[in-house]
């Protein structure tokens, strides 16, 4: 794919798609069912509570309580489904996660939606920048950072049938389009979006499309990278990254979530061990939330494609 790429708009909304995805479950598996903790107002899934009243469970704003109930389901041969912004689904259960799903090898989904600067403008508390380090760090947990709505409503059909936790840490509103309806996504297996042999910049989530955009204005300047979406940050995709640290030699990490123990680190840990080579962290440093609109949030932040090819200029510069 051409770094000339430009992410086209959205043709759905991302909660009209996880929507979409629950109904298209619940007619074809008997197992899948789907916990809300009083937001089904933001995740338009209202319509799924009444017309399957014994698969869609409102368990109110008790998300610790909402995590056993589902493991409870899942002891019982049910496949969970559950949802909260993102600080309530990770932040505020990380220990009944720990204990009830990863320790006691239950099979949960959480959907985490608003994940990092996307809360905008519901405010700092609603914004989780540590849900990433937090999910890396349980055995066996799977992270998926949703880059457009092709790859959600995919993995979370694939995730039905996945041992453990799963996490998808997602945006509510649309997201460019990136992905054709015929693609076909792997756990563990990030994608190559643009080529080039100057640096890559490896990116998950909202991040994927600002990677893009950085892309196609290095390629103005002549400077011609490769962009990765890892889809998975956990389990990381640890060959392409290593390929990429072969062939390019400096790598930029654009995440939408803390350098503290998030994707970035991840791959530090990856190429120390393995490949050595230079590489640049973009994401959020040592800030707390706030409010406002997400293009000034990026810019806040320091994670939007003028910051990223800022860091890839910078990253030639000074290794190359």
């Keep these: 794919m051409s770094t000339t790429y430009t ?24 197992r899948p069912v789907y916990l809300d ?72 989904r959480v959907v985490g939606s608003d994940a990092g600067i996307c809360a905008s403008w519901n405010g700092g508390t609603h914004m989780c920048f540590e849900d990433v380090a937090m999910v890396r760090s349980l055995p066996n947990a799977c992270l998926v950072d949703v880059s457009d709505a092709v790859m959600f409503a995919d993995l979370l059909t694939q995730s039905v049938d996945w041992p453990g936790l799963t996490y998808f840490r997602t945006a509510r509103r649309g997201r460019p389009d990136l992905y054709s309806d015929q693609e ?82 991840a791959v530090c840990g990856v190429v120390a061990e393995e490949q050595p080579v230079p590489v640049i962290r973009n994401g959020i440093r040592d800030r707390v939330g706030q409010t406002g609109s997400e293009e000034w949030l990026k810019e806040q932040y320091g994670i939007s494609a003028a910051d990223i090819v800022s860091d890839v200029l910078h990253g030639l510069k000074k290794f190359k």
């Design 184 to 265: 076909i996504f792997e756990k563990g297996k990030g994608k190559v979006l643009a080529e080039g042999d100057d640096a890559t910049i490896i990116a998950s989530g909202i991040q994927v499309s600002e990677a893009l955009k950085a892309a196609a204005l290095l390629q103005q300047r002549g400077i011609a990278v490769r962009v990765i979406d890892v889809i998975t940050v956990k389990p990381l995709d640890e060959p392409l990254i290593l390929e990429s640290a072969t062939k390019t030699g400096l790598l930029v990490v654009t995440e939408n979530a803390s350098i503290y123990g998030g994707l970035g680190e």
């Design 7 to 30: 992410p086209a708009p959205p043709r759905r909304e991302m909660f009209q798609v996880f929507a979409e995805t629950l109904e298209e479950l619940f007619q074809k598996n008997p």
């Design 37 to 108: 903790a009083d937001l089904m107002g933001s995740m338009k899934t209202s319509g799924l509570w009444e017309s399957y009243p014994d698969r869609v469970f409102n368990c109110g704003i008790q998300e610790a309580n909402m995590v056993g109930v589902a493991c409870g389901m899942a002891l019982n041969g049910y496949r969970p489904i559950i949802h909260s912004f993102s600080p309530f689904a990770i932040r505020r259960v990380f220990d009944q996660l720990a204990v009830s799903v990863v320790y006691a090898e239950k099979s949960v």
